[in-house]
């Protein structure tokens, strides 16, 4: 299916990742995310990232085993969306999201929200068009 202009490229141009991170916070060593993730909740916490990055599309997966109050700004350029599971996440951008499956990061803008604990998201960021 190469032929075609929309078609998925095999690997070429992507990389994939998985890391176990002590400090959540190191996601924007190698990601275009600006985030800050605060511990609400007391406890040790593990994360777990995944990351898929190609030319067009980028998927974030994250996962912590306590709450925390994340803020920053969407990777510039990029249509950002995030998938979660019901009550997973508490509030979004000041609004109660508990029965939410999707929330919006939008286009470099910024966002704050706060996780329940043993969050898990996945965020699928595409290339803007001009």
């Known amino acids: 299916m190469g032929h075609i202009g929309n078609s998925p490229i095999s690997d070429n141009g992507q990389s994939s990742e998985m890391m176990l991170l002590d400090e959540p916070n190191d996601i924007n060593r190698f990601s275009a995310w600006d985030i800050d993730f605060r511990q ?73 929200g706060v996780s329940a604990s043993r969050f898990r998201g996945l965020a699928i960021s595409m290339k803007a068009r001009p």
């Open 40 to 112: 609400i909740e007391p406890g040790p916490m593990n994360t777990t990232v995944r990351l898929r990055a190609g030319k067009r599309l980028e998927l974030l997966e994250i996962s912590m085993s306590r709450a925390v109050h994340q803020t920053g700004i969407s990777p510039a350029g990029r249509i950002t969306l995030g998938l979660i599971k019901p009550r997973q996440v508490e509030s979004w951008q000041g609004t109660d999201v508990s029965s939410s499956e999707l929330v919006g990061f939008g286009n470099s803008r910024s966002f704050d």
